[in-house]
């Protein structure tokens, strides 16, 4: 006989009155809750794949391998290969920065290029004709420069025209602009006498002219970490200032994409602008300032390279809005916006320097160079959709 107020499953006997109900519940919830299909537990590896600068970072390991292998002999990895490829890198970073943020708004910005030319002259002609101090041109290139982004970030936004379009527009004007001043004035495409202003000048001299550390850098190769010259000096001075600044305005932009207000901004005006406006995020005043971002990114570049070089050119900056973008995509940042990375736009950055420069350390013609950031745009473009595949299904 059973016991009374129990039913017993087909399969189950009287003397399995002896398990408690308490034990059966238990057995069966952790089976429950394996099969159900909404609870689901990612790996480390699928959380890796997710993040936006996984493609750059693994790019950047497997370009360091290749070039340890191939050029690792030749003095790419010595203290001065090493300054040169990641000056390189640090010039085409400053510029990714303020391209990544605009395109993570969904926008592009194609007159970056264009810019740093016009910048470039913008600082050398007051200070060698009009004889202005060389910190008050540098002054005047930078808000004549956010002045042109801000008006094209105000024209997109007003005409509601792609951005595509409207920058393409003063990718042209600029550079005619910057052509027919420098013909002007120097009677030919180059403006030169910059350097010894920049000497001369403290603000340029102490921000963006020569080097920093040089008394360590001095010290270190006296204790045979680097090479001595004949003179007495070591033949890395420092830190190119252009990698400080590279670093700074790093650090800088992705604390505010990641850990403010404005970062979450950015992000909702890529991923839906008419949402985002619909729950008062400012998106009018979000894309006119990451425009001139860009424009001050671009002046950077330019006052940088003047300072360093000496002159300014008519044709700098070309097609560096290109090599832009294609790191900022290449760290993982979306074309469609909404999605993407500062870090990640950095390796990309320096991919590209590394590769730049290994390629004069190895028997391989620079001619591939090109081929070789047409290769990694159509990977990281390919990869970032994979990735936004999952992001989307998960």
């Not at 120097?186 to 002219?209: P, Y």
């Not at 070309?318 to 294609?326: R, S, Y």
Request: aromatic share 12%.
């Amino acid at each position: 006989m059973g016991v009374a107020g129990k039913h017993y499953p087909s399969h189950a006997t009287p003397q399995d009155d002896s398990a408690d109900t308490t034990s059966t519940s238990q057995s069966v919830a952790p089976t429950a809750v394996a099969s159900d299909e909404r609870v689901r537990k990612e790996s480390w590896f699928g959380h890796l794949l997710n993040r936006p600068e996984f493609a750059a970072i693994s790019g950047t390991v497997l370009v360091f391998l290749v070039f340890a292998l191939t050029a690792g002999s030749s003095g790419m990895f010595n203290l001065d290969g090493v300054m040169n490829w990641s000056q390189v890198s640090a010039y085409l970073g400053i510029l990714a920065v303020g391209a990544c943020l605009l395109m993570i708004a969904g926008e592009f910005d194609l007159s970056i290029g264009s810019m740093i030319g016009f910048s470039g002259m913008m600082v050398a002609i007051p200070a060698v004709y009009f004889h202005w101090p060389l910190s008050v041109a540098i002054l005047f290139a930078f808000v004549g420069s956010m002045l042109l982004g801000a008006l094209n970030g105000y024209l997109v936004m007003r005409t509601r025209l792609p951005s595509f379009i409207v920058t393409l527009a003063f990718l042209f004007i600029l550079r005619g602009l910057t052509l027919a001043l420098s013909i002007m004035f120097a009677d030919r495409t180059i403006v030169s006498g910059v350097g010894d202003l920049a000497q001369q000048d403290w603000i340029a001299n102490t921000f963006f002219h020569g080097v920093a550390l040089n008394g360590l850098f001095t010290f270190l190769a006296q204790h045979g970490v680097g090479q001595m010259l004949d003179n007495g000096h070591a033949l890395v001075p420092g830190i190119p200032k252009v990698i400080l600044w590279w670093f700074g305005l790093a650090a800088v932009c992705a604390f505010v994409l990641a850990k403010t207000r404005a970062g979450n901004w950015i992000l909702a005006v890529g991923g839906d602008a008419n949402a985002a406006k619909n729950v008062g995020v400012p998106v009018r005043r979000v894309k006119i300032s990451l425009f001139v971002l860009t424009a001050f990114c671009s002046c950077l570049f330019a006052v940088l390279q003047v300072c360093d070089i000496g002159s300014a050119a008519a044709d700098r900056g070309l097609q560096k809005e290109f090599e832009a973008i294609i790191a900022a995509v290449i760290g993982g940042t979306l074309l469609t916006g909404g999605y993407g990375s500062i870090i990640g736009a950095c390796f990309g950055a320096l991919i590209f320097g590394v590769v730049q420069i290994g390629i004069t350390y190895t028997n391989v013609s620079s001619d591939w160079f090109r081929v070789f950031l047409g290769v990694m745009l159509l990977l990281a473009v390919l990869f970032n959709h994979y990735v936004r595949r999952r992001v989307a299904q998960s």
